[in-house]
């Protein structure tokens, strides 16, 4: 009796795993979770699924402040559209130079990209050197029917795993 209360116990466990597992593997993340502040990094972003049932058609990512270049993947089938802003004054950026613009948003279109297959989006960045701060990436997921935005920020003090559409996130570290 006691070895069919530890299966069902280590069943159930697993179970919970796998769900939590699917959890996270709902929405539109973000690799590495950590990176080095003031530095360059190769963000991936995976589109794991589409909207309901219906194929993804784009793929759009809003860019945090403090990013001073950024440089998207090209990926056969996929047209990439670059929206810049200007900075309200010039700053120091990469090579002695002054940066006046940065990328606002990246956006992807093309596919379609089908519910039951996954894929990769990458982003090569300059990271802000401000360890300990996290990096929030709206993204919006645009299907041949629907949309999914997942744009939420947590407000201070709050839990990430506790937001329905979470934004995807990359915490920096300090640099060696």
Same mark, same amino acid.
């Given at each position: 009796?006691?070895?069919?209360?530890?299966?069902?116990?280590?069943?159930? $466990?697993?179970?919970?795993?796998?769900?939590?597992?699917?959890?996270?593997?709902?929405?539109?993340?973000?690799?590495?979770?950590?990176?080095?502040?003031?530095? #360059?990094?190769? +963000?991936?972003?995976?589109?794991?699924?589409?909207?309901?049932?219906?194929?993804?058609?784009?793929?759009?990512?809003?860019?945090?402040?403090?990013?001073?270049? $950024?440089?998207?993947?090209?990926?056969?089938?996929?047209?990439?559209?670059?929206?810049?802003?200007?900075?309200? $004054?010039?700053?120091?950026?990469?090579?002695?130079?002054?940066?006046?613009?940065?990328?606002?948003?990246?956006?992807?279109?093309?596919?379609?990209?089908?519910?039951?297959? #996954?894929?990769?989006?990458?982003?090569?960045?300059? +990271?802000?050197?401000?360890?300990?701060?996290?990096? #929030?990436?709206?993204?919006?997921?645009?299907?041949?029917?629907?949309?999914?935005?997942?744009?939420?920020?947590?407000?201070?003090?709050?839990?990430?795993?506790?937001?329905?559409?979470?934004?995807?996130?990359?915490?920096?570290?300090?640099?060696?």
């Amino acid at each position: 009796m006691r070895a069919v209360r530890l299966w069902i116990g280590s069943a159930i $466990a697993a179970a919970a795993a796998v769900a939590s597992c699917n959890t996270a593997l709902a929405h539109v993340t973000v690799q590495p979770a950590d990176a080095p502040a003031n530095s #360059y990094a190769h +963000l991936v972003f995976t589109v794991p699924h589409g909207c309901n049932g219906s194929a993804t058609t784009a793929l759009r990512i809003k860019l945090p402040d403090g990013i001073l270049s $950024a440089k998207p993947q090209m990926k056969p089938g996929w047209k990439v559209e670059i929206k810049s802003r200007k900075l309200d $004054a010039p700053v120091p950026g990469p090579h002695g130079k002054s940066v006046t613009e940065v990328v606002d948003e990246v956006a992807w279109h093309g596919g379609p990209l089908p519910d039951n297959l #996954y894929d990769t989006f990458g982003l090569i960045v300059r +990271l802000p050197d401000k360890a300990g701060q996290s990096l #929030y990436f709206p993204a919006v997921q645009e299907c041949e029917q629907g949309v999914e935005r997942w744009i939420e920020i947590p407000s201070a003090g709050q839990d990430t795993d506790k937001l329905r559409t979470p934004a995807p996130v990359v915490r920096l570290k300090a640099s060696h």
